[in-house]
């Protein structure tokens, strides 16, 4: 995979792309990372990025000659061939104003030749960047933030622990939270003691068995795969209703899971009738 980053600030990207998973997957030849900076690709005397936005309005917004003109130097298909999915790149605006980014989304990317990231800043970037140019507009997260850096930091880093090869053991990457039927290429499937179906991850726990006083759950320690597996189901399913009830009306549930959550939810009205 080839992954372009268009931004005022390169040296910023010193750091995050030189560790761990990032450099490990550039180290092995699965990814080639590739800042660009946008000040190249003004043409006056001041290297203009932004101004002001017709209309009026606080801050300044990006101008849209300098991406345009960096992207077409790129070599890129036409913004309908990557829309209708005739080749497999996608430019992304970085945006508070985009959908939000998740691990399927992460997954998705991750199927592609080439990503191009657009890191937006200030107030925004002229419109016509988002309707003729990028072909995906993500957001990180319900904030807003002074640039696209660091979200283009965090996506690069969720996309490329997703290539083939990234990660050790590439299973373990369909058993984390959030991870439910979503397409990775080249990796198999978890063991059934262990996928998360689109449910936080459940407990995890190393040794010593007993540390402190504080032990590790004698399921886990049983050798009996079933009880594993029902131990691990129900501790995600309790930490997916404290943490992220919203997940549960998507995720596949069985009878069993259904039967749990309701007593969870019977212990709760209880507890809290005689609080």
């Known amino acids: 995979m080839k992954a ?62 300098p991406l345009f003109g960096c992207l077409e130097t790129m070599g890129l298909a036409a913004r309908e061939d990557r829309i209708a999915g005739r080749v497999k790149q996608s430019v992304v605006l970085l945006s508070a104003q985009g959908r939000r980014f998740t691990q399927r989304v992460a997954a998705e990317l991750a199927l592609l030749d080439r990503v191009i990231f657009l890191c937006g800043r200030y107030e925004g970037v002229d419109e016509r ?50 991870t439910a039927d979503v397409p990775v290429k080249g990796a198999g499937g978890a063991d059934s003691t262990c996928g998360s179906n689109g449910l936080l991850d459940y407990p995890h726990y190393t040794r010593p068995a007993d ?35 919203d997940l549960l009306e998507g995720a596949e549930l069985s009878e069993e899971d259904r039967d749990f959550l309701a007593s969870i939810s019977t212990i709760r009205k209880r507890s809290g009738e005689t609080a």
């Open 129 to 178: 960047v988002t309707d003729f140019l990028a072909d995906r507009e993500l957001s990180i997260g319900d904030y807003v933030l002074s640039g696209g850096e660091i979200a283009a930091a965090v996506i690069v880093e969720a996309v490329m622990r997703l290539l083939p090869g990234a990660v050790g053991n590439e299973a373990s990457t369909q058993q984390e939270s959030f």
């Open 211 to 245: 540390f402190r006083g504080m032990v590790v759950p004698e399921a886990l320690m049983s050798g009996n795969h079933e009880q594993i597996r029902r131990w691990r189901r129900q501790r995600a399913l309790e930490k997916t209703l404290r943490n992220r009830p």
């Open 4 to 65: 372009d980053i268009v931004t005022i600030f390169p040296d910023f990207f010193r750091g995050p792309l030189d560790y761990g998973i990032t450099r490990r997957a550039q180290e092995m030849g699965l990814a080639k990372i590739e800042v660009h900076d946008l000040r190249e690709f003004t043409h006056d005397r001041h290297r203009t990025v932004d101004d002001r936005p017709f209309g009026g309005g606080e801050g300044m917004v990006l101008k849209p000659e």
